[in-house]
C-alpha cells in the first residue's frame, strides 16, 4: 500500500471512529488549558482533572498564580506526579505571563516555550486547540500508534514524528488528526496490548498485518 494511500484510508476511518474528537482535559480558558497540560506531563488526564477544579476556582486567572506561593498551588496539586517541580512551573509560568503577555496566553509556538514547564509539545497543543493553528503536538499516544500504522518510518524521535505527520497531512485535518490518534492510542491502540479486534483501521495497519502474516507463518 502506497503512502498516501494508507494516510487517506486512516483519516476516513479515523474520521468515522472519533468524529468529534477533542482534548479531554477539562479547562475553560487559555491559561486555565495551559495549566492543565503542563499538570498532564507524565500523569493521566483523569489525574489532572480531579485536582483541576478547586486549581481554577482558587486560582482563574494568572495574577491569582502569580501572587500565589509554590507551597499553597502544591497543596492542590499534590497527588499530580512530580508535584513540586510542576507547583514551581506554575508559579513562574503565571508570574511571565503577568509580567511580559499582559496577564494573557501568547499564540506562538516559540513564545509559549519560554514559559517554564512548556516544551515543544504543550507549545503545540496551545498552539492548535486554543489559536486554531495547524500544529501536531505529538505525545507517547501519537508516536506509537503512528509507527503502527505506518504513518511513519523510522521516526526515533517525537520530532521526527512531527515532521513526517506534518509533510503528508492537509493543514486542516492536523487538530483534529492529533486528537484522533490520542484517543486511539489511549483506548484502542494501546502500549502493552493493542485491541486490534476493536480497531477499524486494521486493512491499512502495517502493525496488524505484519502480526497476523507471521501468524500465518507459524
Known amino acids: 500500500m502506497k503512502k498516501q494511500e494508507r494516510y487517506n484510508l486512516a483519516l476516513q476511518e479515523l474520521n468515522e471512529m472519533f468524529p468529534d474528537a477533542k482534548t479531554e482535559l477539562e479547562n475553560d480558558s487559555p491559561f486555565h488549558l495551559l495549566v492543565a497540560v503542563?499538570?498532564?506531563?507524565?500523569?493521566?488526564?483523569?489525574?489532572?482533572?480531579?485536582?483541576?477544579?478547586?486549581?481554577?476556582?482558587?486560582?482563574?486567572y494568572p495574577q491569582d498564580m502569580a501572587d500565589s506561593s509554590e507551597e499553597e498551588i502544591f497543596g492542590y496539586i499534590k497527588s499530580i506526579s512530580y508535584p513540586n517541580s510542576k507547583a514551581k512551573y506554575l508559579k513562574n509560568t503565571a508570574k511571565r505571563l503577568v509580567e511580559v503577555y499582559n496577564g494573557e496566553v501568547p499564540s506562538d509556538v516559540k513564545e509559549l516555550q519560554t514559559l517554564q514547564g512548556v516544551g515543544r509539545k504543550t507549545a503545540n497543543v496551545i498552539a492548535s486547540v486554543v489559536f486554531n493553528q495547524a500544529t501536531m503536538p505529538v505525545d507517547t499516544h501519537v508516536h506509537r500508534v503512528s509507527r503502527r500504522i505506518g504513518?511513519?518510518?523510522?521516526?526515533?524521535?517525537?520530532?521526527?514524528?512531527?515532521?513526517?505527520?506534518?509533510?503528508?497531512?492537509?493543514?486542516?485535518?492536523?487538530?483534529?488528526?492529533?486528537?484522533?490518534?490520542?484517543?486511539?492510542?489511549?483506548?484502542?491502540?494501546k502500549a502493552r496490548k493493542p485491541e486490534c479486534d476493536k480497531c477499524s483501521l486494521t486493512l491499512c495497519c502495517k502493525f496488524f498485518n505484519q502480526k497476523n502474516k507471521n501468524s500465518n507463518e507459524i
Not at 165 to 183: C, F, Y
Open 38 to 60: 503542563i499538570l498532564s506531563a507524565q500523569c493521566t488526564d483523569k489525574r489532572v482533572n480531579m485536582v483541576t477544579p478547586e486549581l481554577f476556582k482558587r486560582y482563574p
Open 151 to 189: 504513518l511513519t518510518s523510522n521516526a526515533k524521535t517525537v520530532r521526527q514524528t512531527e515532521e513526517q505527520l506534518m509533510s503528508n497531512i492537509p493543514k486542516d485535518n492536523v487538530a483534529l488528526l492529533h486528537h484522533q490518534l490520542i484517543l486511539l492510542g489511549r483506548y484502542i491502540c
